[in-house]
């Protein structure tokens, strides 16, 4: 348990995590990492969080990007379908719900989605093209076996610790010989990973936490090879499928037809391999899928850039259904001009809502920001409504 929060202060040293309540019900757990006008949403791989790309992340502040690392639905701190609806389609919805609340529609954002992350960044350009300026997948592929992405073969698993489960992983044999200084203690690098992915839960004889998966141990992404076909021929803005040199999941040749798929109606199609990788690509050559992945977001740099902010209003982007009403009574009731309050009026609506708002901690108030910033503008700003 130690380890556990020692690598949890580690991971904050960056961002804290903070929660976002979407339209679809989830409350969605979340660290963002620089502060850029180019915002690039990082989604996690099945049986993973939005930590285990902590690293990237930071790196793509550093380089002028605000990045945020995701929690999917299911995974990590991010809640639960109770009716276990787990599919792409719910996924990317969560995604699109995301941006809405954190207002993130007025510039067009780039998505990299490893593996499972990757089916739903393409789903979530589909449902609205003018809201993703790049999509970029990391080790994704439609003809990996479905299994790949669907669930993980340990989400239901338990482990008395961390350390256990380390040394059940590991042969003893293995020795510390390696040049690379974070290769050298594989135990301890092991033991970071799981405090990553899995959390301690107390149990009711009393005796030590068990370690279980951080997702929903019933997890299942039912999709099909043709649909992911279709999400990939269907993408209209900049795509691009990073892979490793030695991936189990994507060889060349897959890479090529992937390409070759989205250049039906993407406004550029291109294949990064970083060399001497697995299909571990982040934890084989960090470094390396950061560059690649920076290549592919510098092709879409334009077009992450907005001069006119008005056209990107969530009501003419699509993401926000215009009132509708019934009968011309109905609108011109709802619409029609309301009395300018005063300032006496605006004072004490103002109390009310800070009274209501007050936050426990920083992350609160950070989520409530993002919710609404009526109440930062000044009482003269409410004498122009209605």
């Known amino acids: 348990m130690v380890a556990a929060e020692a690598h949890e202060r580690e991971l904050g040293s960056g961002a804290k995590a903070r929660f976002a309540d979407v339209g679809t019900g989830m409350r ?3 660290r963002e990492y620089g502060g850029d006008d180019r915002v690039v949403l990082v989604l996690h791989d099945v049986g993973e969080c939005g930590d285990v790309y ?24 991010t809640t639960w379908s109770r009716e276990k609806r787990y599919s792409p389609s719910d996924l990317a919805d969560d995604i699109e719900s995301f941006i809405i609340e954190l207002d993130l529609y007025v510039r067009p954002l780039t998505i990299v989605g490893i593996g499972m992350g990757g089916i739903v960044a393409t789903m979530v350009e589909n449902k609205n093209p003018r809201l993703v300026a790049s999509t970029v997948l990391v080790e994704c592929s439609p003809l990996a076996p479905i299994d790949a992405f669907a669930f993980h073969p340990l989400q239901a698993a338990a482990f008395e610790d961390a350390v256990g489960a380390v040394h059940a992983l590991l042969s003893p044999s293995i020795t510390t010989s390696d040049v690379d200084p974070e290769r050298r203690n594989l135990k301890h690098v092991c033991l970071r990973a799981l ?3 899995t959390r301690g839960s107390r149990r009711d004889d009393g005796a030590e936490a068990l370690w279980r998966w951080r997702m929903d141990p019933e997890f299942y992404c039912e999709y099909d090879e043709d649909s992911v076909w279709r999400s990939i021929e269907t993408v209209s803005c900049h795509f691009a499928v990073v892979y490793g040199e030695h991936s189990s999941r994507i060889d060349a040749r897959d890479a090529e037809l992937i390409v070759k798929a989205a250049s039906m109606n993407a406004k550029s199609s291109r294949a990064y391999v970083v060399a001497g990788a697995s299909r571990f690509v982040v934890e084989d050559a960090m470094a390396d899928t950061r560059d690649m992945i920076m290549y592919a977001l510098m092709r879409a740099d334009d077009d992450m850039l907005v001069k006119n902010k008005q056209a990107r209003t969530p009501e003419l982007l699509g993401i926000r259904p215009l009132p509708q009403y019934a009968t011309l009574e109905e609108a011109m009731k709802a619409l029609a001009p309301r009395p300018v309050p005063t300032s006496a009026v605006v004072e004490e609506a103002l109390r009310d809502a800070r009274k209501d708002d007050e936050c426990e901690s920083d992350d609160d108030t950070h989520r409530l920001n993002n919710r609404t910033k009526l109440i930062q503008n000044d009482p003269e700003y409410f004498g122009f409504v209605g």
């Open 28 to 30: 969605m757990r979340y």
């Open 54 to 77: 902590c690293g990237i992340a930071k790196s793509l502040s550093e380089r002028g990007y605000r990045a945020y690392t995701i929690d999917l639905r299911g995974h990590g701190e």
């Open 195 to 197: 405090c990553t992915i």
